[in-house]
């Protein structure tokens, strides 16, 4: 069975602070690893990472998927209240398994001001 | 709009109803995901259409469950026979194609007494 693993569940830091999201995952035919963040109901699209060691950057968010050793982190620098959100990794895989995307539960990530 | 709309935003039924999900994707999608999303879970894959046809429904929970999308648009997920375990939020996501990132509507919250 498909599973995908994140760390930590929940993450209280203050503004300013960098964090690191962790996203470890389990999956036969892996196609590509995505980054989402919930706010209040809808997810929205953050990054799609599909080829290891390289880099994806928007703003004082980052990712990068290692596909050796099964994982990826989200970085955020100099964080903001507005970063306060669920975020969530999701896998999506091909080849036999189901279409669509395998979540993890989220790091629940709290920005104090 | 431009984006994925759900309607209705909340519903709250008895145990035993019958309830029906709408979900408008984006203009053009072809491909629509209905996911489920218990209280501090990730969304939980139920069914995958290509177009009008059900590609994928290996995640919905049993036979009460239905979803259809008879003219490649808009999807209703229907639920008979509703269960208080039936209560989450279910969420609507289409895309592009197959292999693109999956864009989110804001959700269904089903309550069920």
């Known amino acids: 069975e498909d599973k995908v693993v994140q760390s930590p569940l929940s993450l209280v830091v203050h503004e300013g602070d960098t964090v690191t999201l962790n996203c470890s995952y389990e999956v036969t035919n892996f196609r590509s690893l995505l980054w989402y963040k919930q706010e209040k109901k809808a997810p929205t699209f953050l990054f799609m990472l599909t080829s290891s060691g390289i880099e994806k950057k928007s703003g004082r968010l980052s990712s990068i998927l290692d596909k050796k050793e099964l994982f990826s982190i989200l970085n955020i620098t100099a964080t903001q209240t507005g970063d306060s959100a669920i975020y969530l990794c999701?896998?999506?895989?091909?080849?036999?398994?189901?279409?669509?995307?395998?979540f993890g539960k989220g790091t629940h990530l709290i920005i104090q001001p | 709009g431009a984006g994925v709309s759900q309607t209705p935003s909340n519903k709250v039924t008895e145990k035993g109803k019958y309830v029906e999900l709408r979900c408008d994707p984006i203009?053009?999608?072809?491909?629509l995901y209905w996911y489920r999303q218990s209280l501090g879970q990730g969304p939980e894959f139920l069914i995958y259409f290509q177009g009008t046809g059900a590609a994928d429904d290996s995640g919905l929970p049993n036979d009460r469950f239905f979803a259809v999308r008879p003219e490649g648009s808009v999807s209703t997920l229907k639920i008979q026979r509703t269960e208080r375990g039936d209560s989450a939020v279910y969420l609507c996501?289409?895309?592009?194609?197959?292999?693109?990132?999956?864009?989110f509507g804001p959700g269904t919250r089903l309550t069920v007494l």
């Open positions: 203009s053009g999608h072809t491909a």
């Open positions: 996501a289409s895309s592009v194609g197959r292999d693109n990132e999956q864009f």
């Open positions: 999701a896998v999506e895989t091909g080849g036999g398994g189901a279409d669509g995307l395998t």
